[in-house]
């Protein structure tokens, strides 16, 4: 899981009440244990897996895993409100290092609420303790580490007018890094408050004018003496989609300044773009990207700026079989210099292919295939990666 800034994650309450309220065609058909208005999904995936690089380092040890990986997914309708978690617990087996054996788990609620005034409520928090590679597909850093994840999450909106909408958001990540000298070099995680509100005004029947202005704090872990606290601003413009189901979208761009450390005030090209297209009943497709200003994650008492960008593509030829593609980019430009190395840039690729099909009612069996390819200024850090994946999903 990655804590994306609070202007591309709690800014579009329209895209996050598609995703809640499952409005597309390719929507999962409807399981679980009923309760009057509670669903209850439990599930068990039992995976293969086949990692080409195990520590994600030039020098390339691979290894074989099985991996278990029981947990609940659940959901309350009321009346205008609702409630979505889910809770998990996850083990890897290696089968010749052993020594990379170790649980993870993690859990994630939502509540939404919304009322014929024009309000509307979102409220999430989750936590994770992990030490997967966090893929950048899935909005990851890509980094592999043991490390905790907490985070809380809001946005209120409020339609003024039948033209003028505002969204008010904020939220609060607190990320950290378990660290052995002996094993591997220093992450250093942090705090981070945000806020941001977004007001957008009616151009067509289907298309909104869109301004948003963010601000941010961050502490981060480090060495004592040193300043460890940031501050950063962003201002954008752009354009959202209205009233269609098909076709939803949100794309700005701006600046963004960044007081790092009590340093030098940082000035970048900032954008946020998230846009969900259904095709047809077959087919349907998506793309997203930012670009923001954090603390290095890598080196102590630098700042960097990330640009990312992926798209993924979803055909399904028939009920039971569910096939995808996913590429993603990731630029990380740190802005100090790094001692004996100067200025760093880093730059991640990655694609995956992923097959889904259902056997029978409550059994679906999946694969996929995914490579990552990290290139860099410092060729200490230059990588690459192929993980396989074969597994059994059991679902009621």
């Not at 009923?34 to 691979?62: I, Q």
């Not at 069996?365 to 999903?393: I, M, P």
Request: no cysteine.
């Amino acid at each position: 899981m990655a804590t994306r800034s609070v202007a591309t994650a709690w800014m579009s309450i329209g895209v996050l009440f598609v995703v809640l309220l499952g409005v597309t065609g390719f929507a999962q058909e409807k399981r679980g244990l009923k309760f009057n208005n509670l669903t209850v999904s439990p599930y068990v995936n039992v995976e293969y897996n086949y990692d080409s690089n195990v520590d994600m380092d030039k020098r390339e040890y691979d290894d074989s895993y099985l991996t278990v990986n029981p947990g609940v997914d659940l959901s309350y309708t009321g009346n205008d409100w609702g409630l979505k978690g889910n809770a998990w617990y996850g083990y890897d087996k290696y089968l010749e290092y052993s020594e990379l054996d170790e649980p993870r788990y993690g859990q994630e609620l939502m509540f939404y609420k919304e009322s014929a005034k024009g309000w509307r409520l979102v409220l999430g928090e989750s936590y994770m303790k992990s030490r997967e590679n966090d893929s950048i597909i899935d909005g990851g850093r890509g980094i592999w580490r043991d490390r905790d994840v907490f985070e809380l999450t809001g946005a209120l909106s409020y339609q003024m007018s039948e033209r003028t909408g505002a969204t008010l958001s904020g939220q609060f990540s607190d990320l950290s890094y378990k660290n052995d000298g002996n094993m591997y070099g220093q992450l250093y995680g942090w705090q981070e408050w945000s806020t941001g509100l977004e007001v957008s005004r009616k151009l067509t029947e289907k298309s909104n004018l869109l301004v948003s202005g963010s601000y941010q704090e961050y502490e981060s872990d480090g060495a004592k003496g040193l300043s460890t606290e940031s501050t950063g601003y962003s201002l954008m413009g752009g354009f959202g989609s209205r009233a269609t189901e098909r076709i939803s979208y949100r794309a700005l761009t701006g600046v963004s300044w960044f007081d790092y450390a009590e340093g030098d005030q940082l000035t970048g090209w900032t954008y946020s773009l998230d846009a969900n297209w259904l095709i047809s009943k077959k087919w349907a497709a998506t793309v997203a990207g930012s670009s923001f200003f954090q603390p290095s994650e890598r080196e102590m008492n630098q700042a960097m700026q990330v640009y990312t960008l992926s798209g993924g593509l979803t055909y399904r030829p028939m009920r039971k079989l569910t096939t995808r593609m996913d590429l993603a980019y990731r630029r990380e430009e740190n802005e100090y210099v790094r001692v004996g190395v100067g200025s760093v840039t880093d730059d991640v690729f990655s694609v995956r292919v992923r097959a889904d099909y259902q056997l029978m009612q409550y059994v679906s069996v999946y694969g996929g295939l995914e490579y990552e390819d990290w290139k860099s200024d410092d060729d200490n850090q230059e990588f690459d990666r192929f993980l396989g994946t074969l597994g059994l999903n059991f679902r009621y």
